[in-house]
């Protein structure tokens, strides 16, 4: 009796080895630039650099946004009309423009259905005029975006990205974007429900630090930069469940900072994107 449970308790032991060993992976952090689970930042210059050889991402079974919609809140006096920052913002409005017809916006198309799309076509941006906090945590970039959705319609397709002046910095967790005090990213996107929905945003922080541009590049530039990384990602993985290789990078996180960003349509900043065509980083298609 003796030899039959101990028998047993072995082939238990077993078994339950196996079944762990053949469970099916499960990506807990995505990334080393995750914050728990809700969002994906945009790494600053030297913080990670993905091995992009070979792996092709691939959909998880989550949605993406076939025609997506950006919208805009500038939050801080600097940027309204007449303020230090307006022509930085007013760039960043007709990036976005043009931005969802080119073919850098085109790279995404391969992935879900994703369509070319009249990215400004949303309600209207804001110019909140109001100073930011110092420090803008995560907590506050979604209150932001919420108190904007009290006044205008939500919508499902739209990102809603928030810029930030040089006179405040992001935070999530213990990492912070350029002018805080342990810079880890220089943007990211998530989500989160509100009255129902399921809301895209974006935090889009002042890119003036080195970590966070490119030699000759002005500081809008370096903006359109991220705004392009971060808008493809929330169209290929809103929800943080739909296209990431199988070590949890996003097709723009795979090809950040290698090879270098780039000047392209319309003169303004781009970064290359991962193309599972071609299985390797591409400026257009």
Not at 52 to 72: C, D, L, M, R, Y
Not at 112 to 122: D, E, K, M, P, R
Request: aromatic share 12%; proline share 5%.
């Amino acid at each position: 009796m003796r030899s039959r449970n101990l028998k047993y308790l072995l082939t238990l032991s077993c078994l339950f080895a196996v079944a762990a060993y053949a469970a099916p992976e499960k990506i807990v952090k995505r990334g080393p630039w995750a914050d728990a689970d809700h969002v994906i930042y945009a790494p600053a210059r030297g913080a990670s650099a993905p091995n992009k050889a070979g792996q092709n991402i691939s959909n998880h079974g989550g949605p993406t946004i076939t025609s997506a919609k950006v919208v805009f809140i500038f939050w801080g006096p600097s940027f309204a009309a007449g303020g230090a920052d307006n022509a930085y913002a007013t760039e960043l409005q007709a990036f976005r423009n043009q931005f969802g017809t080119t073919g850098e916006y085109n790279t995404v198309t391969q992935y879900s259905g994703i369509q070319l799309a009249n990215l400004g076509s949303g309600t209207a941006d804001l110019f909140d005029t109001s100073t930011p906090p110092t420090n803008v945590t995560d907590a506050i970039v979604q209150s932001k975006v919420a108190s904007y959705l009290t006044t205008h319609t939500f919508n499902a397709s739209t990102i809603y990205e928030v810029v930030l002046p040089s006179s405040s910095y992001s935070s999530s967790g213990s990492s912070t974007s350029c002018g805080g005090p342990s810079l880890a990213y220089c943007a990211y996107h998530g989500h989160f429900s509100n009255a129902g929905g399921d809301v895209k945003y974006s935090i889009e922080p002042w890119p003036g630090c080195g970590g966070c541009s490119v030699s000759g590049w002005s500081n809008v530039k370096n903006q359109e930069h991220f705004v392009c990384h971060e808008t493809r990602e929330a169209v290929t993985d809103p929800d943080l469940n739909a296209w990431y290789d199988n070590r949890g990078y996003e097709a723009d996180d795979k090809c950040a900072w290698s090879p270098a960003p780039f000047l392209g349509t319309g003169g303004y900043g781009y970064q290359y994107e991962w193309s599972n065509l071609t299985k390797s980083c591409v400026k257009t298609r």
